[in-house]
C-alpha cells in the first residue's frame, strides 16, 4: 500500500511563513499528481494546491498568490510554501496521491499536518 506522509506543521503568526512536504513511497505506478488539501475547524475537507503531471498547478480561491506548490528533489515529493498565512488558514492539511487510470483513480492520503495560525 502507497505511503504518504506529511511534515512541518506548527504554529505560526499571522503573516507569517511555513512549508510543508510530502513524501510518497511504495509506489508501484507513476503518480498523476500529487496535492495539498485541508480542513479547518468545523469546516469541510477543500483544495488548498494541486500539481498534476504535464500541467500548471491548480490554487484553491483562498490562497491564490499566497501559497505556492512545488516538486521537491526526491522523487515521489511535494511542497507548500505558504506565506501571509491567516487565522482562517487554520487546519489539518493532507497531502494527496493520485494515481493513473490504470489503477482506478485511486486516491491516498497522509494522516495530515496541522497547522495553527494565532498571535
Known amino acids: 500500500q502507497v505511503k504518504v506522509v506529511e511534515s512541518g506543521g506548527g504554529l505560526v503568526q499571522p503573516g507569517g511563513s511555513l512549508m510543508l512536504s510530502c513524501k510518497a513511497s511504495d509506489v508501484t505506478f507513476s503518480i498523476h499528481g500529487m496535492g495539498w488539501y485541508r480542513q479547518g475547524p468545523g469546516k469541510a475537507r477543500e483544495l488548498v494546491a494541486l500539481?498534476?503531471?504535464?500541467?500548471?498547478?491548480t490554487y484553491g480561491d483562498s490562497v491564490k498568490g499566497r501559497f505556492t506548490i512545488s516538486r521537491g528533489d526526491a522523487e515521489n515529493t511535494v511542497n507548500l510554501q505558504m506565506n501571509s498565512l491567516k487565522p482562517e488558514d487554520t487546519g489539518v492539511y493532507y497531502c494527496?496521491?493520485?494515481?493513473?487510470?490504470?489503477?482506478?483513480?485511486?486516491?491516498?492520503w497522509g494522516k495530515g499536518t496541522l497547522v495553527t495560525v494565532s498571535e
Open positions: 494527496n496521491v493520485h494515481a493513473p487510470p490504470t489503477w482506478a483513480d485511486m486516491n491516498y
Open positions: 500539481m498534476a503531471n504535464g500541467a500548471l498547478p
